[in-house]
C-alpha cells in the first residue's frame, strides 16, 4: 500500500536547518505524535527533531539537517508516512485510499468496476467507477446508495436508483 501524503515542504526558515511545513491532512496535531516521515524529495526517512507551530503551518527541525542548503534540498517535498500510521477513525468512516481501488458490485453481485478516483462536491463525495467498454460511473457516496464498504474484501456494494447506470 503506498503511503499517504500528511504534509508539504513549502521553504527553508532561517539558517539552522528548519523547513515551514504545510500541513495537508485533517488532523494537523499527528505531527506532534509522528516522530519519522517519509521526505519524497530525498527518498528517504527522516526523524522530527523538533516541531512548533507558526501561523497555519509548522516550523520543523528533522534530524541531520542542520542548515539553511540542506532544508533547501527539501523544498517542495511532500512528508509521508505509513498506511499504519494514520489516525484511527470511527466506524463506517474511511480514508480515501481505502475507498480508492475497492471493486464496485451492484446488489445483484454484478462486478461494475473499480474505484478510480473520489470527487469532493461539497455536499457529499461521489465515486468514480472505471468500467470496461463503458464510460465511468459517478456514484454518490450516500448511504441510501453503499449497502456496505468491505475493505477485507476489497469490495464496495450499492444499490443504484433507477436512471444512475444509463
Known amino acids: 500500500m503506498e503511503r499517504i501524503i500528511i504534509g508539504k515542504i513549502l521553504s527553508p526558515h532561517g539558517v539552522k536547518g528548519e523547513v515551514k511545513v504545510e500541513p495537508l491532512t485533517d488532523y494537523p496535531e ?9 521526505a ?10 523538533t516541531i512548533r507551530e507558526h501561523q497555519d503551518l509548522f ?50 453481485g454484478d462486478l461494475l468496476g473499480k474505484i478510480s478516483e473520489i470527487l469532493e462536491t461539497g455536499a457529499n463525495d461521489v465515486y468514480v467507477v472505471k468500467r470496461e467498454n463503458k464510460k465511468d460511473l459517478l456514484i454518490p ?24 447506470d444509463e
Open 59 to 108: 516550523l520543523v527541525k528533522f534530524k541531520d539537517v542542520d542548515n539553511r542548503d540542506q532544508a533547501e534540498i527539501l523544498t517542495n517535498s511532500y512528508l509521508k508516512i505509513e498506511p499504519e500510521q494514520v489516525v484511527p477513525l470511527p466506524p463506517d468512516r474511511y480514508y480515501h485510499f481505502q475507498i480508492i481501488g475497492l471493486q464496485v458490485i451492484d446488489h445483484q
Open 40 to 49: 519524497e524529495a530525498v527518498h528517504a526517512h527522516l526523524e522530527i527533531e
Open 141 to 164: 457516496a450516500l448511504k441510501s446508495i453503499v449497502q456496505e464498504i468491505d475493505l477485507m474484501k476489497n469490495r464496495m456494494v450499492v444499490e443504484l436508483p433507477a436512471g444512475l
Open 30 to 38: 499527528r505531527f506532534y505524535r509522528t516522530k519519522v516521515v517519509w
